[in-house]
């Protein structure tokens, strides 16, 4: 079956470092997806990783190992407005979601 | 603009009572998909569809019809909804084919089902 777990909550300072990681099971890989999302908006692209290794993008990174079936994504020097949902998906032939992770920041 | 839209954003309507939710988009993009989101249970997957005349269920297909008949459009149909079809739900495209990045959102239509 297909299986994608990521934590369902976290807190973090603002000007910390947070790791919101994500593990999947599922019959094929063909990339996997960070989306975030504000509560009631639409889930916005952040990365899409299809070869091992980290990719970066400004605050954001992340990163993807096929073998172990995980991912990670890294936001740097965290801001108040980066307290969201993150969304981890797959790409099988369908593209399928993890339940999100909200991320809390702390003054 | 590129962009994929859906319509109604908000309905209310009682039980049993058809309905339909609209999706286009303008990317001409080969891969759309609906998704309804629930607290605590994520975006789960209703009908997806690779191409014109290509539709597959997802996870939680009951209640819910899908037609592909062109590739712009693919409207989601609640036949005689129920209340636990309130949802929050969410069209979505993407080129299609292997390694084709970003899925594309609408922006949503909240439905309650009295």
């Known amino acids: 079956g297909q299986n994608i777990d990521q934590p369902t909550e976290m807190t973090a300072t603002e000007g910390a470092i947070v790791q919101i990681n994500c593990t999947y099971q599922?019959?094929?890989?063909?990339?996997l997806f960070w989306y975030q999302q504000h509560a009631g908006e639409a889930p916005t692209f952040l990365s899409y990783?299809?070869?091992?290794g980290l990719e970066e993008k400004g605050r954001f990174s992340s990163f993807l190992s096929r073998s172990k079936g995980y991912s990670y994504l890294l936001l740097k020097e965290l801001q108040m407005k980066d307290s969201a949902s993150y969304l981890c998906?797959?790409?099988?032939?369908?593209?399928?979601f993890g339940k999100g992770t909200r991320l809390h920041i702390l003054p | 603009e590129a962009q994929v839209t859906q319509n109604p954003r908000y309905l209310i309507t009682v039980t049993g009572k058809k309905l339909t939710v609209t999706c286009s988009q303008n990317?001409?993009?080969?891969?759309m998909s609906w998704y309804r989101q629930d607290p605590g249970l994520g975006l789960r997957q209703i009908y997806y569809?690779?191409?014109?005349?290509?539709?597959d269920k997802g996870d939680v297909p009951e209640g819910y019809k899908v037609s592909r008949k062109e590739k712009r459009n693919f409207p989601l149909i609640l036949e005689s909804p129920s209340p636990n079809q309130t949802s929050l739900y969410f069209c979505?495209?993407?080129?299609?084919?292997?390694?084709?990045?970003?899925?594309?959102f609408g922006e949503g239509s909240r439905l309650t089902v009295l």
């Open positions: 998906a797959v790409r099988d032939d369908k593209i399928i």
């Open positions: 599922t019959s094929g890989f063909n990339g």
């Open positions: 990783n299809v070869l091992d």
């Open positions: 990317m001409n993009h080969e891969y």
């Open positions: 569809s690779m191409n014109v005349e290509v539709t």
């Open positions: 979505a495209s993407n080129p299609g084919g292997v390694h084709t990045g970003e899925l594309f």
